[in-house]
Nanobody
Framework: VQLQASGGGLVQAGGSLRLSCVAS????????MGWYRQAPGKQREMVAD???????RYADSTRDRFTISGDNGKNTVYLQMNSLKPEDTAVYYC????????????????WGQGTQVTVSS
């Protein structure tokens, strides 16, 4: 499975961006897709994910501002990011196909290349 992310860029605080990620290859096995991010000097964190059935999860810091959606027909997941803050600045990674590691925690089998999101104050 290959993941191609796009849509990152530079935006002012309060602005919006939409990230997209297209999956290709052996996509039959994909049960979920999502987004992680990593800011300089910080640990990688989950942003949001969505199952093939449409069930979504969000980080507390993004729940009220970001929306994840998927298009199974296009093998694509989107992340609409509104009311962006400087602390949202990070490299955003698309992920696909998760395996339970422990209750509520998943390991992701496929990672895409990152796309930079920079929010200026």
């Amino acid at each position: 499975v290959q993941l191609q992310a796009s849509g990152g860029g530079l935006v002012q605080a309060g602005g919006s961006l939409r990230l997209s990620c297209v999956a290709s290859g052996n996509i039959v096995r994909i049960n979920a897709m999502g987004w992680y991010r990593q800011a300089p000097g910080k640990q990688r964190e989950m942003v949001a994910d969505i199952t093939s059935g449409g069930f979504t999860r969000y980080a507390d810091s993004t729940r009220d501002r970001f929306t994840i959606s998927g298009d199974n027909g296009k093998n694509t997941v989107y992340l609409q990011m509104n009311s962006l803050k400087p602390e949202d600045t990070a490299v955003y990674y698309c992920v696909a196909d998760r395996t339970p590691a422990r209750p509520g925690v998943y390991e992701w089998n496929y990672w895409g290349q990152g796309t930079q999101v920079t929010v200026s104050s």
